[in-house]
Nanobody, 125 residues
Framework: EVQLVESGGGLVQPGGSLKLSCAASGFPFSNYFMSWIRQAPGKGLEWIAVIGLGSTPMYYADSVKGRFTVSRDDTNNTLTLQLNSLNAEDTGMYYC??????????????????RGQGTQVVVSS
C-alpha cells in the first residue's frame, strides 16, 4: 500500500521559510518521479515541483521558481521541499504525490496522482 506522509507545514510570516518533508513507503521510491502539489483556499490542485529519477530532471512552476527547491533522498525514501521567500499566495495545503505531475492536466491531478494527507502552510503577518 502506497503511503505518503507530509510534515513541516505551519504558520510563517511573509518572507519566511519552511521545509516540508514527505516520508514514502509501500513502493520502490527511487523508481518513481515525485511531485509536490498544492491547493490554495478555494482553488484546485496545482503542481509546483517535480523531481525525476536520481533527482533529474527537476521542474518548477513559474510561481515558485527561484524560491522553492525540491530534493529527494532515495536511501531514506524521503521527498523534501524547501520554501523560501514565502508570500501570501503560497498559502495552501501541500501534498507529496507519486506521479510526474507535469504530465497531467491540472483537472486530472486528483485522479492521477496518489498523494498524502497534506501539510498546511499559512503565510501571514
Amino acid at each position: 500500500e502506497v503511503q505518503l506522509v507530509e510534515s513541516g507545514g505551519g504558520l510563517v510570516q511573509p518572507g519566511g521559510s519552511l521545509k516540508l518533508s514527505c516520508a514514502a513507503s509501500g513502493f520502490p521510491f527511487s523508481n518513481y518521479f515525485m511531485s509536490w502539489i498544492r491547493q490554495a483556499p478555494g482553488k484546485g490542485l496545482e503542481w509546483i515541483a517535480v523531481i525525476g529519477l536520481g533527482s533529474t530532471p527537476m521542474y518548477y512552476a513559474d510561481s515558485v521558481k527561484g524560491r522553492f527547491t525540491v530534493s529527494r533522498d532515495d536511501t531514506n525514501n524521503t521527498l523534501t521541499l524547501q520554501l523560501n521567500s514565502l508570500n501570501a499566495e503560497d498559502t495552501g495545503m501541500y501534498y507529496c504525490a507519486k506521479c510526474p505531475a507535469t504530465a497531467y492536466d491540472p483537472a486530472n491531478l486528483a485522479r492521477m496522482c496518489p498523494r498524502g494527507q497534506g501539510t498546511q502552510v499559512v503565510v501571514s503577518s
